[in-house]
């Protein structure tokens, strides 16, 4: 695994070198990507998607499949309501996934009252307890911690060098699970 990840990775694939991505290809490659996978999510699906021919492959495979509900209304949630139906895990964050797959240990989600253990100042702890998972922008939590700008910024920044928030794309903030 080391000699992969040092050299650049690998490709693995039942087509020779230089196989075009035709449409008939992508159902071998799903088969194999979860093959290699102890489970797999499908976050988003239409009715009729390529992520529910991976499901399948690993239902085939015995892997486990794990769905994120969506909106009853949009037909990009169609296939992951069904996989739901049909039996598949619902979950909502990550740690639902690591328990299934026995490795729940990994999963360390801090209390506000075990947070306290890491000594944050007034204002980080502040911070901290207004985010949750779900991605805010900077102009939402100083409105919510009412706090200048500068020094809801300043902490921002603390609490992501200690790793307790995570910046997205787009300038997003969420909570980390460390």
């Not at 799903?30 to 499901?55: F, M, P």
């Not at 794990?66 to 037909?75: H, M, R």
Request: proline share 6%; charged share 20%; with cysteine.
């Amino acid at each position: 695994m080391l000699d992969i990840v040092n050299n650049g990775g690998a490709v693995i694939t039942e087509f020779p070198p230089g196989a075009k991505p035709l449409p008939w290809h992508f159902p071998c490659r799903n088969r194999i990507i979860s093959g290699l996978c102890q489970g797999i999510l499908v976050i988003e699906a239409a009715e009729r998607s390529g992520a529910l021919i991976t499901a399948d492959c690993a239902l085939e495979q015995g892997r486990e499949v794990f769905a994120l509900p969506g909106n009853v209304t949009s037909n990009k949630s169609a296939g992951t309501n069904k996989l739901i139906k049909q039996g598949a895990h619902l979950v909502t964050c990550s740690p639902e996934i690591l328990e299934v797959l026995g490795l729940g240990e990994l999963a360390v989600t801090l209390t506000p009252k075990g947070i306290d253990s890491l000594g944050l100042n007034k204002t980080e702890l502040a911070i901290w307890s207004i985010l949750s998972y779900d991605p805010i922008d900077m102009d939402q939590i100083i409105k919510r911690v009412g706090l200048l700008p500068q020094e809801v910024a300043a902490n921002v920044t603390l609490l992501e060098i200690k790793g307790l928030v995570r910046i997205l794309p787009g300038k997003l903030y969420v909570r980390s699970s460390i």
